[in-house]
């Protein structure tokens, strides 16, 4: 017998979902992370639980995801959302504004007409040539809070994570892949593990995966994005420009920060590009639009991340690529068993798209197991882990005292970010 039910190739956000969500229902993931866990876009994205507002008009199915899923990881993850709300601000584009409500109003996305004069006092940073204003259900979704939570999630229902540990390859028997060779970087080794079904959430990377099974002709549509840090809470809310999706059209505030997003230039090696120069100027432009003391205050830092989209046909227009999600079964596309590759989809909807997966695994493996997560709430790692358990795992004490005796303390919001990394190289 198998040790592992299934390998899930990547501890991003759609990975570490899937491996929950696989443990939950009772299944025993491994779950394999090249290098440390939301290394990858998951570590780097802009920071937004997607109210669907955005993709109300020109992507309804994605809107409408974007709108389930909101509701949902505001339940179930509590603690890693700041629930802030959003506006949309008319800035031009009049034209638009009939078009962006009826598109919520199809997509069933809750928004309400916000007075432009409320809208300044609420959010005085605001430019004051807004023409009009609509509050969406926007918040902040905290990557490293949500990805450790969600691991500790899979952990605590069996499942295991090995971070550091990267798939070199997959073992092949006939047209069947029956598991993975891996490289331990920290032990500096190689290995094989096997399972019944392998599930790549490799973000970017899946198409390497891919090619590792000898599946050539799916081809990835990367496109990088950059965004621009203001070291400065501009707002308290989330603030969208009202118009057709675009670049540089949203201004997150994650933490004591305002995040300038995003751009779209398409890639070839997602290990391997440059944030383009001119996107600090661009990013400058479009965010003082948005807020004018961008301007006087500046950028503190850029980063970047790659989405890798489904390309429809020969669309690689990226605005209009689909923001949904797809999952391949290349028993069915390639004739290659046991394996399958998720593609696409949001931070806001990893939970959905494992969901989707873990359906396929459980059918192929005839387990008639109903998934759990869209009504369990998830652990909060601050709670789970106590000193005690910290002492056990071999943390010096010295460090143990400094971490609980800063509670409550003028530090503690720069605390609780450096223990959620202690928690997380204490679990896995
Ligand atoms: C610029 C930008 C901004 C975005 N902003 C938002 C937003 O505000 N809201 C939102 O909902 N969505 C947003 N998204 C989309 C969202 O970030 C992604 O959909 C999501 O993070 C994808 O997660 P993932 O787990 O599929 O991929 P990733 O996070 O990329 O994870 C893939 C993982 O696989 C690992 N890996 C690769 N190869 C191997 C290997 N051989 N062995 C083991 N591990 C391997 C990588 O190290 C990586 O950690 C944004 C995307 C971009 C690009």
Redesign the pocket.
Known sequence: MKKYDAIV?????????VAYDLASRGLKPLL???????????????????SGARYAVNDPEAAYE?AVENKIIKEIAGHCVEDTGGYFVLLDEEEYYDEFKRGCKENQIPIKDVDVGEALREEPNLNPNVKAVVEVQDAV?Y?YKFAVSLGLAAKMNGADIRIY????GLLKEGRRIVGVK?FDKINNRMYDEEADVTVV??????E??MNMANIQNVKMVL?????AVVPHRLSKRVINKMRIPSDGD?V?PYGNNSIV????YVIED?DNYTIPPEDAEFLMEEGSAIFPAIKRIGFSRMY?????LISVGEEIETRKIS?R?EIYDHEELHNVEGLLT?????????RA?AETISDVVCKKLGVKKRCKTKETKLPNPLEALSAEQLRKSGCPESLIRRIFEKKGTIDEELLMSALYMLVASFLW
């Open positions: 190739i990547g501890g991003g956000v759609t990975g570490l979902a394999l992370e090249r290098n440390d866990l939301v290394s990858g876009t998951s570590g780097k994205y802009h920071g937004l639980l997607h974007c979704l990557a540990n990267e798939v070199i891996v959430t490799a973000g970017p990377w899946s390497k995966i496109t990088a994005g950059t965004m949203i997150v997003g995003t751009t779209a997602p970047s991340s790659v989405r890798p923001r999600y998720a593609i696409g989809g949001k931070f806001t909807t990893a798209m």
